[in-house]
């Protein structure tokens, strides 16, 4: 089963627009950390956003907020004023925490990534 | 400065024949990961490590094989048995708990 699904292959936005990309989750466990991470033409991967599931108020880092809605099992990321720059792969990822033999495990899963372009 | 290197940059292999990716990592980060993407799509896990001489198979591990001797490398091989090979190779790593990953820069690998 899909658990981060990221339903726009591509987005279109002028230039010092507002646009919002989406991401849906599923998982059964109370405890996960929800990312988004920005991929270039260069194939670098640059985290931007960061949510925890038991975060009351929903993340901002400059330019960049995370609209997270729990009982939906959303985290759309909005990014404010586009520039020309913010043109790559936006990629939406979970993180769930397990325990297994006395050692905390982690496993980051991504979803499938939508290709931003901004215009001029 | 403290980073993630993958070296090398650009990597081509004839079929049939097993290579070694190389991972290291200053950031003194318990976990290291490798992930695989390919074109126009996500990553995929391939192999987790939390600790030295401990890894996790991930999603993707059938063909490929890792260890991980010491706390800053996490080298990984891509045997013969990896049927599709040729792909982009994502090394990354973290502290335990809500932290991000932090990624190095790549390797793309090609066999022909």
């Known amino acids: 089963a899909q658990k981060i699904t990221q339903t726009q292959p591509g987005m279109f936005v002028q230039e010092k627009e507002a646009v919002t990309l989406d991401c849906t989750y599923d998982?059964?466990?109370?405890?996960?950390?929800l990312f988004w991470y920005k991929q270039p033409s260069s194939g670098e991967m640059i985290f931007l956003i960061y949510?925890?599931?038991?975060?009351?108020q929903n993340a901002t880092e400059g330019r960049y907020s995370l609209n997270f809605q729990k009982a939906r099992k959303s985290a759309n990321l909005v990014i404010s004023a586009s520039q020309l720059g913010d043109s790559a792969m936006y990629f939406c990822?979970?993180?769930?925490?397990?325990?297994?033999?006395?050692?905390?495990?982690?496993?980051?899963?991504f979803g499938q990534g939508t290709i931003l372009t901004v215009h001029p | 400065d403290g980073g993630i290197t993958q070296s090398p940059k650009y990597l081509f292999r004839k079929e049939g024949q097993n290579v070694t990716l190389s991972c290291e990592q200053n950031l003194n980060h318990d976990a290291m990961y490798w992930y695989r993407q390919d074109p126009g799509q996500g990553l995929r896990l391939i192999y987790y490590?939390?600790?030295?001489?401990?890894?996790q198979k991930g999603d993707i591990a059938e063909g490929y094989s890792v260890s991980r001797e010491k706390k800053e490398s996490f080298p990984l091989t891509v045997t013969s048995a990896q049927k599709n090979p040729t792909a982009f190779y994502l090394c990354?790593?973290?502290?335990?708990?809500?932290?991000?990953?932090?990624f190095g820069n790549g390797t793309r690998l090609t066999v022909t």
């Open positions: 490590s939390q600790i030295v001489n401990d890894f």
């Open positions: 990354a790593s973290t502290y335990r708990g809500d932290s991000p990953l932090h």
């Open positions: 990822a979970m993180r769930e925490v397990y325990n297994a033999g006395g050692t905390s495990y982690g496993k980051l899963t």
């Open positions: 949510q925890g599931s038991y975060d009351q």
């Open positions: 998982t059964s466990d109370p405890s996960y950390g």
